[in-house]
Nanobody, 128 residues
Framework: QVQLVESGGGLVQAGGSLRLSCAAS????????VGWFRQDPGKEREFVAG????????PYADSVKGRFTISRDFSKNTVYLQMNSLKPEDTAVYYC?????????????????????WGQGTQVTVSS
């Protein structure tokens, strides 16, 4: 069993930065891939970025490439999402999720139902 807790969200002006954290409990967390998703009310949950269990595979959505960076700290059982050059359209609730299927096939990363565990989400609001 893995439990995930997101933190680091908040209100920031356009062009600013935030770092989200996804802290996990459970001894098996290091063997899971982690994905970050975001969701606006009334919209589908959207894949943002992911990192494989080894850290060797890190897919990104086109909308965040070059602005967001995902990383993981095994010693802290935590995955980070560094978000730079934020835009108002980045406003959403951000969720992290852990899964066992994610690898080189992008399909497993972008489909929310391919993940086993989810956090409760953290709100990110970017003002213009």
């Amino acid at each position: 069993q893995v439990q995930l807790v997101e933190s680091g969200g908040g209100l920031v002006q356009a062009g600013g930065s935030l770092r989200l954290s996804c802290a996990a409990s459970g001894r098996t967390f290091s063997s899971y891939a982690v994905g970050w998703f975001r969701q606006d009310p009334g919209k589908e949950r959207e894949f943002v970025a992911g990192i494989s269990w080894s850290g060797g595979v890190t897919p990104y959505a086109d909308s965040v490439k070059g602005r967001f960076t995902i990383s993981r700290d095994f010693s802290k059982n935590t995955v980070y999402l560094q978000m730079n050059s934020l835009k108002p359209e980045d406003t959403a609730v951000y969720y992290c999720a852990a899964g066992a299927k994610q690898g080189y096939d992008l399909g497993y990363w972008v489909r929310p139902y391919e993940y086993n565990y989810w956090g409760q989400g953290t709100q990110v609001t970017v003002s213009s």
